[in-house]
């Protein structure tokens, strides 16, 4: 059973960083690829970054581009979110998830993903 459980949310200042934690279990963590999501109130969860199965690949959302960094360490089954120069529009629950079987390429839609941890809460107060 895959399961998945963010850390690492919590309360910031405007132009102020986090780091965010998702750790694996259930299988081998470093066949799969993995991706962040985020949904803030009254808005549909949405697209934040993507990394595949060995660390090299990567894609983001347009409105973190420069800001965020997703990474992983197969070793400690766990995928990181770093987050920079942090804005209110960030504020959101973060979700990190995985997909069911390993497929070719970084998916960027919730339909791609199967596995989804519980969230973690960012806010980002101005």
């Known amino acids: 059973q895959v399961q998945l459980v963010e850390s690492g949310g919590g309360l910031v200042t405007a132009g102020g960083s986090l780091r965010l934690s998702c750790a694996a279990s259930g299988r081998t963590f470093n066949n799969y690829n993995f991706g962040w999501f985020r949904q803030a109130p009254g808005k549909e969860r949405e697209f934040v970054a993507a990394i595949n199965w060995s660390g090299r690949s990567t894609v983001y959302a347009d409105s973190v581009k420069g800001r965020f960094t997703i990474s992983r360490d197969n070793a400690k089954n766990t995928v990181y979110l770093q987050m920079n120069s942090l804005k209110p529009e960030d504020t959101a629950v973060y979700y990190c998830?995985?997909?069911?079987?390993?497929?070719?390429?970084?998916?960027?839609?919730?339909?791609?993903?199967?596995?989804w941890g519980q969230g973690t809460q960012v806010t980002v107060s101005s």
């Open positions: 998830a995985t997909e069911r079987q390993r497929t070719g390429g970084l998916v960027t839609t919730l339909g791609g993903y199967t596995y």
